[in-house]
C-alpha cells in the first residue's frame, strides 16, 4: 500500500541500531517545531542482528507517522543501500521532500529543517549539507585542506559534500535512476547535471557505534 508523507527519510544502516532509535527519536522533535508530517525508511544493509528484532514501538513518536525497514540479504555497501532505498522509494512512495542522511549521528538532525525549507523555495534542486568545520587540531586541519584540495581536483567534486541532501519530491525518481549514485550518490547527481546547490553545515557527534 502506498503510504504519502509531507517528508521521507532514507537512512542505510549497517548494524547500528542504538544510532538509528537516537536519530529518529531526534527527527521527530526536529519536525515536531514545524507541524511537519515524516515516514523513516531505514535500509538494513544485510546487518548480522536481525531488525526484527527491533522494537520501534517503543518511541513515542508525534511527528513520524510510519517506520519502514527494508532488509537486504546480504552486506552491499552503504551507497548500494541507499541507492536501493531510492529506487523503492521513487517505485512506491510519495512525498513532498525527500531526506537522505546517515544514521551514525554526524548528519546533524538540527539541519533537517534548513535542508527542507531549502529544497522547497528552490523547487528543483537537490540540497546538499557541505560540512564546514572540523573539531581536530591543527596540523590535521592544515593536511586535510590539502587533500581536499586534490580530490576536488581529481574528481571535480567537493569532498565536504556527503550523503546528507533533501532531494524535492518531483525530482526523486529522476535521481533513483542515475546509474552512478550506485557507487556514490553525490556524485552522481552532480554528474547527471541534476541542479543542486548547498548550505554550510557541522559535522555531528557519533554517539553510539563507535569503532
Known amino acids: 500500500m502506498s503510504k504519502d508523507n509531507d517528508v521521507i527519510i532514507l537512512t542505510p544502516t549497517f548494524d547500528d541500531w ?33 531488525a ?8 513515542k513518536l508525534t511527528a513520524i507517522q510510519s517506520i519502514d525497514v527494508i532488509t537486504l540479504t546480504r552486506n552491499m555497501g ?5 541507492a536501493v532505498g531510492m529506487g523503492y522509494i521513487a517505485a512506491n512512495r510519495k512525498c513532498e521532500t525527500l531526506v537522505v542522511m546517515d ?7 538540527k539541519y533537517v529543517l534548513q535542508l527542507i525549507s531549502e529544497a522547497r523555495e528552490k523547487g528543483n534542486e537537490v540540497v546538499f549539507a557541505e560540512r564546514t568545520r572540523r573539531s581536530e587540531g591543527t596540523i590535521f586541519k592544515i593536511f ?11 574528481t571535480g567534486i567537493p569532498i565536504s559534500i556527503g550523503n546528507f ?9 529522476r535521481v533513483a535512476n542515475i546509474s552512478e549514485i550506485w557507487s556514490h550518490y553525490p556524485s552522481g547527481v552532480m554528474r547527471a547535471r541534476v541542479p543542486f546547490s548547498t548550505i554550510p553545515t557541522n559535522r555531528g557527534q ?5 569503532g
Not at 78 to 82: E, K, N, S, T, Y
Not at 165 to 173: E, H, I, T
Open 103 to 109: 544514521s551514525d549521528l554526524e548528519d546533524d538532525p
Open 18 to 50: 542504538d544510532s538509528v532509535f537516537i536519530l529518529i527519536g531526534q527527527l521527530d522533535d526536529e519536525f515536531k517545531k514545524e507541524g511537519i508530517k515524516a515516514g523513516v525508511i531505514v535500509v538494513d544493509d544485510g546487518s548480522p542482528t536481525d
Open 206 to 210: 557519533r554517539l553510539e557505534g563507535q
Open 144 to 154: 586535510y585542506s590539502i587533500y581536499k584540495y586534490l580530490y576536488k581536483a581529481l
Open 52 to 59: 526484527g528484532t527491533r522494537d520501534f514501538s517503543s518511541l
Open 165 to 173: 541532501s533533501a532531494v524535492p519530491g518531483r525530482l526523486v525518481k
Open 78 to 82: 552503504h551507497q548500494r543501500a541507499l
